[in-house]
């Protein structure tokens, strides 16, 4: 019968409805509801990484004095050694500009340091993604290189009032140039397969057939300063695994990264300084 | 108006809830999506406005702050609710355990979809199934465990709001 089967089917005429609706709705009336949920969901984030960092304040109020004293002391030892660091660089920082307005080379990019508590991580089969807890609020603007202690984390992909989402370097989403420490040979690195109860990984391509590289001689990969987003030198992991590529003209190969990357709380947000 | 504000707010408990344990797995290398859970009720028991306006909302919590087009999740929240709806009569839906197998068969599609859409647009998609596989069992393990808990605090959050729950009262659709 007819006008029961087009009341039976009402529901998916609806849905196809929407579906079409939704394709028509300009991106301007999508993008203000994007940000208007995010910032809906932005307090609880805020709010979760707070109560975190007083959960860790507290246990951390339960050492004994004599642990205080020894992390002070291990404190003093570190902070003297970054010091005569800082004078190295500001020698070298000195000397690379004064031979920069000597050859007449044009400057390297530089970049404001921007430490930011990571507020939530959000690793799945499909993306590895942070959410920190500075934004527009800080000047951090989308593209900018994130790093921790152990080399790169990844790149700014959104930035909204308070908070920015970082891709990380173990996402598929994410690609980028990248050098063979020591060798300033280009090779394409990009997150890959990240296993479960087991580390990050990703991936190379285009490595030059004279490298090698195995789980007891890995190689390590640092950023090539190519493209203009990462400064040069940034280390991003090291090759366990080499072969030749189908076509024999390059080598492909598996890249450990770092442990710590599933377990950030802090990072560091380095924000293109501008050139007035 | 006032059980879709209701219902959007346990929404929203249980998507900071599923935050903050995927937050706290990354160590182990594992994720959870629970997506069924989010429209499972609503599809059983509201008329198919409501639900599909509870779908909407809960498809947009989930497409913040992902690299898919935004409205993805939104979009197949909604036709898991209207293929729920359309075979909805021919369920017990006063039966807890009917519930909770329509919202382990609902995430498991929801997951597919995602996961086609998300692979769709990574490069090296084969890479990455194993992951796929893994986190759909600990969803599904998880979805199972929690989904009574869930289904009883929406239901009294309902009721605390004085709002119909029964699908007698509540279904038009």
Partial sequence: ?276 | MRRTVVFFLTQFLLWALVSQANHELTPWGIALFLGGLFVGLSALTFDRREALVGALAAGFLHDVGTPLPFGTHALAFAAAVVFIQHVRHRLNRHEGLVTVMVILITNLGLFLVISAVALRLLPDADRLTSRVFSDLIASQIVLALVSPWFLALQTQALRLGGCATSPETAAHG
Wanted: hydrophobic share 40%; proline share 7%; aromatic share 8%.
């Fill in chain 1, 1 to 276: 019968m007819p006008p029961r089967r087009l009341l039976a089917s009402r529901p998916f005429l609806v849905l196809g409805l929407l579906l079409a609706g939704w394709f028509l709705v300009p991106t301007v009336i999508k993008r203000a509801l994007g940000i208007s949920f995010f910032e809906l969901q932005a307090p609880v984030h805020l709010a979760a990484s707070h109560v975190r960092d007083l959960q860790d304040f507290w246990s951390l109020r339960t050492r004994s004095s004599h642990d205080l004293i020894a992390a002070g002391r291990d404190l003093a030892r570190l902070n003297a050694s970054y010091e005569v660091t800082l004078q190295q660089t500001e020698t070298l920082r000195r000397e690379v500009a004064r031979l920069e307005a000597l050859l007449r080379m044009p400057t390297l990019p530089g970049y404001r340091s921007e430490p930011a508590r990571v507020a939530r991580r959000d690793f799945n089969a499909w993306w590895q993604r942070l959410t920190v807890r500075k934004g527009r609020n800080y000047g951090i603007v989308p593209g900018s290189p994130v790093i921790f202690g152990g080399g790169v984390v990844g790149k700014v992909t959104e930035v909204h009032a308070y908070t920015a989402v970082v891709d990380l370097i173990s996402s598929p989403t994410l690609r980028l140039a990248a050098t063979l420490e020591g060798d300033t040979r280009p090779l394409s690195f990009q997150g890959a397969n990240n296993p479960a109860f087991g580390p990050a990984r990703g991936i190379v391509d285009y490595v030059p057939t004279d490298a090698s590289a195995s789980e007891f001689s890995p190689r390590r990969i640092v950023t090539s300063g190519l493209g203009g987003v990462f400064p040069a030198g940034l280390l991003i992991g090291e090759i366990v695994r080499l072969e030749t590529s189908t076509d024999g003209l390059f080598k492909t190969g598996e890249v450990r990264l770092d442990n710590r990357l599933s377990e950030l709380t802090e990072v560091t947000v380095l924000v293109p300084e501008r050139r007035d």
